[in-house]
């Protein structure tokens, strides 16, 4: 029997089980159950039905009771690399990531490539299992360098995705973007506590961000309609690491006395304090050091 004979229920099942050990190294009958409310005995039925398509793709480790990832894994499913961030993002978790389908009649913005479906897996796998990563990363300044890194959080800034990790080589939380990488293995190899997300100061500090229609427009009324603003306010709560991919995103005069000009800002911080103390600010319009 081949998958295509399978009916759609049964190839949503397996693909899940193919996503759970790409994206997360390991999948359990309980995952399979509480995902799509099949019994204990469909779930087993699945695993094994799975390992006979995939026999190399997984192993059973019999104390924690989970299937685990091999490391010559093949996926047996084709994951799209945009279905499967959009997907990540949203928390979705079936693996059937079917290529999106673009309408002739509504269009997006155009988009940067998206990273190697295979360095997205990677890098959830180090997520999820809290371990670090060996890379090849080529920088716009320095070029190509070796480097460990301990990963937590996929990001999407508006313009690309990148990952927020611990940088063993400078010791600090930085930015790394996905299609910057040439090379990924997954370490196994536990992380230092000071590596963690819980100690990422700029990720875990939220700023609040009050906007408002740019003082030079003379019919600010429309920038409000925009963005739903209230009372001629838009109150945002942000990841300080964040804050200034927003705030070059969506043009945002950071200045004091809100003097930039061009039609491209419509929108300005109503007090500039509110960012003090907050790193990655180089890129946001009109701020400086003194502020």
Not at 30 to 49: C, E, H, M, P, V
Not at 102 to 110: G, N
Not at 144 to 160: D, F
Request: with cysteine; proline share 4%; aromatic share 10%.
């Amino acid at each position: 029997m081949e998958l295509k004979d399978l009916s759609h229920g049964q190839r949503s099942r397996l693909a899940f089980i193919d996503f759970s050990l790409e994206y997360f190294g390991e999948v359990s009958r309980a995952d399979l159950i509480s995902r799509f409310q099949t019994g204990l005995a469909a779930a087993t039925r699945d695993l094994s039905s799975y390992k006979q398509f995939a026999p190399n793709n997984a192993f059973l480790d019999h104390k924690a009771r989970r299937y685990l990832r091999r490391d010559q894994f093949s996926p047996l499913f084709s994951h799209n690399p945009e279905a499967i961030l959009t997907g990540l993002s949203h928390g979705f978790g079936d693996g059937l990531s079917f290529p999106l389908e673009p309408s002739d009649t509504c269009f997006d913005a155009v988009r940067l490539v998206h990273p190697k479906a295979e360095f997205i897996a990677a890098i959830m796998r180090a997520i999820h299992h809290r371990v670090p990563l060996q890379c090849l990363y080529l920088s716009v300044s320095s070029g190509e360098s070796s480097r460990e890194i301990v990963p937590h959080s996929l990001v999407n800034n508006g313009h690309r995705w990148h990952v927020r990790a611990f940088d063993r080589v400078s010791s600090s939380f930085r930015d790394f973007v996905c299609t910057r990488f040439t090379q990924l293995a997954v370490l196994d190899q536990s992380i230092e506590t000071l590596e963690a997300r819980e100690y990422d100061k700029q990720w875990n500090h939220i700023v609040e961000l009050e906007l408002i229609a740019h003082p030079s427009l003379v019919h600010p009324q429309a920038i409000e309609l925009d963005y739903a603003m209230h009372n001629g306010l838009l109150t945002l709560e942000v990841r300080a690491a964040l804050a200034g991919y927003l705030l070059r995103q969506w043009n945002v005069d950071c200045s004091t006395a809100h003097s930039l000009s061009g039609g491209e800002y419509q929108l300005a911080l109503k007090d500039c304090s509110v960012l003090k103390g907050v790193a990655g600010l180089a890129i946001a319009p009109g701020w400086t050091a003194s502020e």
